[in-house]
C-alpha cells in the first residue's frame, strides 16, 4: 500500500476508537454496560442490529461469494422480514415486560434452571467460534496484502477491537456502529462507482447487469427443482431461503444474545420494534448491493488480466513444491486466455455482443478450470495456506486496480465491519457469562462495582478466547458461509426451545431439557451423515424440539408449569 493508503487506513481506524471510548466513558454499571440504560432511539437500535450481523465476513466475503456463485445467495435472506414481524410481536414485548438482561433469564422463569443454563451454554459456544471466525476474516487481508504473519495479525485485530469494547460496553458499541456503517457504505459506493467507470466503452450499469445475467451470475431466485424432483442437497434457492432461512433469522434475532442485547437497549417496546422491522426492510437491499459489487467484479474481469488464483501468496508456496512446473504451465495458458480477452475487447463495441459474450463465457470457464486446479494442488502439496481463494477476490481487486487512498479506506471498511460485529458479540457473550452461569453457579450476592468489573473481566477473557480460535480458522472456504453453518448447527434448536416456551404451555422444564439435547444430536447427525443443505438444519431443530417435547410430556409427573 501507499503512503496515503496508510494514512487514510491509520486514521480512520484511529478515530474510531477515540470515538467509541468517548461514547463509552459514561458507563458505570451493568445496566449501562449491557442495555445502554435503555435509552436508544428505534434508528439506533436498528444500526446497532446491521451492524452486529454485516461482520467483515459479509463484505469481505459476499461479493467473492456471488463472483463464483451468482447472486443466488440473496435467498438466504428471504425469510427475515417475516421473522422480524414475528419476533415483534412475540419475543419483544415480553424481554421487555420482565426487565432481563439476556434472553435466557426468560428461559429460568418459564421452565428452569437447567434449561436456562444448557440454552445459554449453546449460544456462548455457538457465538465465541463464530467470533473466533469474525476476528480471522479481516486478519487474512492483512497477512496477504502486507505479508504479514497470520497469528500475529490475528492478535492485532483482536486485541484493538478488545480496547474499546471493555471501556464502553453497549454504549460504545452501538455509536461506534453508527459511525463505521456511515464509513462502511460511503466506501463501498465509491468503489462501486470507480468500479463500473472502469468497464469498457459503451458498457454501462444496464449492460454490466445483462452479461452478468448472460454469464449466469444473476441467478437471484432460483427453485432448486431438477428433472430428478427437489435437490435438499441445494444449498440455496427459494424455499430454503424463506423456510430455512426464517428459521434462522428467528432463531439469530429472537435467541442469540449478541442480537437480543441490541434491541433491549430500546428506550420502549415500541423503539425496539421499529428497529428491527427497519432492519427486516433494509438487509435484503443492502446485501443485494454488496453481492452485486462481486458480479460487477466478474463483468470487470471478463475484459481484462485476472488473477490465475487470487489468493497470490498460495501460487507462490506452490512454486516453492514439485508442483512448480505445473503450476507454471497453468500461468502460460492462463496468460494465453487473458490475450484472446484483449482481442474480444477490441471487437466489444462494434461487434457481435451476443456472440462476444458468448466467447468470453468460455474462456471465464477455462479460467475457472485453471482457479480449480491451483486448489487441488494446494490441498494436495499440505502446505498451510487457505485452500480457497473466495474471501480475497474483492481484497485482490481492491489493491490491484482501485486508486490511492481509496485501498486504504476499503481496507479500514473490512476492519470497521469486523469490529462492529466482534464488539457486539464481546458485549454479549460477558453479559450471558455474568447474568446466566457467574451470577446463579458462583456468587448471586454481588455488590454492584463487583458487577461492572467482572463484566470487563469477562469482555477480556472472550477476546482472548476468539482470538485463540481465529489461530486455527484456515481452510473454512467461503467464510460467510462458514458462519452461517456453524450457526445453523444449534440455532434451530435454541429457537425451538423458545417457540415451546411461547407456544406450548403444557410442556414442562424436564421435557424440554431433554427435547433439546435429543434435537441438537439430530441436527448434528443430518449434517455429518447427510448431504441436506444447511439452511435446512434450522427448521429440522426448531421443529425437532417441539414436536420431542410433545412426545416425552406424558412421561413425567404433571408440575406447576409457568405461565408469564
Not at 216 to 233: P, R, Y
Not at 427 to 450: C, G, M, V, Y
Amino acid at each position: 500500500m501507499s503512503v496515503l493508503d496508510w494514512l487514510v487506513l491509520v486514521v480512520t481506524l484511529f478515530l474510531v476508537v477515540i470515538y467509541g471510548i468517548y461514547k463509552g466513558k459514561a458507563t458505570k454499571d451493568i445496566n449501562g454496560y449491557y442495555r445502554s440504560g435503555r435509552q436508544l432511539p428505534w434508528y439506533m437500535v436498528m444500526l446497532s442490529i446491521v451492524g452486529t450481523q454485516a461482520s467483515a465476513v459479509t463484505f469481505l466475503s459476499g461479493p467473492g461469494q456471488s463472483y463464483t456463485d451468482g447472486m443466488r445467495f440473496l435467498q438466504y435472506y428471504f425469510g427475515l422480514p417475516l421473522a422480524m414481524v414475528v419476533l415483534c410481536i412475540t419475543f419483544v414485548p415480553m424481554f421487555h415486560k420482565l426487565n432481563i438482561y439476556t434472553a435466557y433469564e426468560f428461559l429460568e422463569k418459564r421452565f428452569d434452571r437447567k434449561t436456562r443454563t444448557f440454552i445459554a451454554f449453546l449460544f456462548l459456544l455457538s457465538r465465541a467460534l463464530a467470533t473466533g471466525i469474525s476476528v480471522y476474516a479481516p486478519a487474512i487481508i492483512l497477512s496477504s496484502v502486507l505479508g504479514w504473519n497470520i497469528y500475529v495479525t490475528n492478535v492485532i485485530m483482536g486485541g484493538i477491537v478488545i480496547l474499546y469494547s471493555i471501556s464502553g460496553g453497549a454504549r460504545a458499541v452501538a455509536y461506534t456502529q453508527q459511525l463505521q456503517l456511515a464509513i462502511i457504505f460511503a466506501g463501498l459506493f465509491l468503489a462501486a462507482f470507480l468500479l463500473l467507470n472502469m468497464l469498457p466503452e459503451g458498457m454501462g450499469f444496464s449492460e454490466a447487469l445483462t452479461l452478468g445475467k448472460q454469464m449466469g451470475k444473476m441467478n437471484v431466485i432460483t427453485t432448486g427443482i431438477t428433472e430428478e424432483g427437489f435437490d435438499w442437497n441445494d444449498r440455496f434457492n427459494i424455499f430454503s431461503g424463506v423456510i430455512g432461512g426464517f428459521f434462522l433469522a428467528l432463531s439469530y434475532f429472537g435467541t442469540d444474545q449478541s442480537q437480543v442485547g441490541r434491541y433491549l437497549t430500546g428506550s420502549s417496546i415500541r423503539e425496539s420494534r421499529i428497529g428491527l422491522i427497519m432492519n427486516g426492510i433494509v438487509k435484503i437491499p443492502m446485501q443485494y448491493f454488496i453481492l452485486l459489487i462481486g458480479v460487477l467484479v466478474f463483468v470487470y474481469y471478463m475484459f481484462n488480466a485476472s488473477p490465475l488464483f487470487f489468493n497470490q501468496l498460495a501460487v507462490d508456496k506452490l512454486k516453492a513444491t514439485a508442483y512448480k512446473e505445473q503450476v507454471i504451465k497453468i500461468e502460460e495458458d492462463h496468460t494465453q486466455l487473458t490475450g484472446q480477452k484483449k482481442q474480444l475487447l477490441g471487437q466489444w463495441e462494434n461487434g457481435d455482443q451476443q456472440k462476444i459474450a458468448l466467447a468470453l463465457k468460455s474462456i471465464s470457464d477455462q479460467e475457472q478450470g485453471n482457479r480449480k486446479k491451483i486448489k487441488d494442488m494446494v490441498k494436495e502439496s499440505g502446505i498451510a495456506i487457505e485452500q480457497s481463494d473466495t474471501n480475497y477476490i474483492f481484497i485482490r481487486f481492491v489493491t490491484d486496480h482501485m486508486p490511492k487512498g481509496l485501498v486504504g479506506l476499503l481496507i479500514a471498511v473490512i476492519f470497521l465491519a469486523a469490529w462492529g460485529s466482534i464488539s457486539a458479540t464481546l458485549n454479549s457473550l460477558s453479559s450471558s457469562t455474568l447474568i446466566d452461569f457467574h451470577k446463579i453457579h458462583i456468587n448471586k450476592n454481588l455488590t454492584a462495582s463487583e458487577e461492572f468489573s467482572l463484566s470487563r473481566w469477562y469482555t477480556l477473557f472472550w477476546g482472548v478466547f476468539c482470538i485463540i480460535f481465529a489461530q486455527f480458522a484456515t481452510n473454512l472456504g467461503s467464510l460467510i458461509e462458514a458462519v452461517n453453518i456453524l450457526g445453523s448447527w444449534f440455532y434451530g434448536v435454541m429457537l425451538g426451545v423458545f417457540l415451546v416456551a411461547f407456544y406450548l404451555k403444557r410442556i414442562g422444564g424436564n421435557a424440554v431439557f431433554i427435547a433439546a439435547i435429543a434435537g441438537e444430536a439430530l441436527v448434528l447427525m443430518m449434517y455429518g451423515f447427510t448431504n441436506i443443505g444447511w439452511l435446512w438444519l434450522n427448521a429440522i431443530g426448531a421443529l425437532a424440539v417441539p414436536l420431542f417435547s410433545l412426545v416425552l410430556q406424558p412421561f413425567f409427573k404433571k408440575t406447576e408449569i409457568i405461565r408469564i
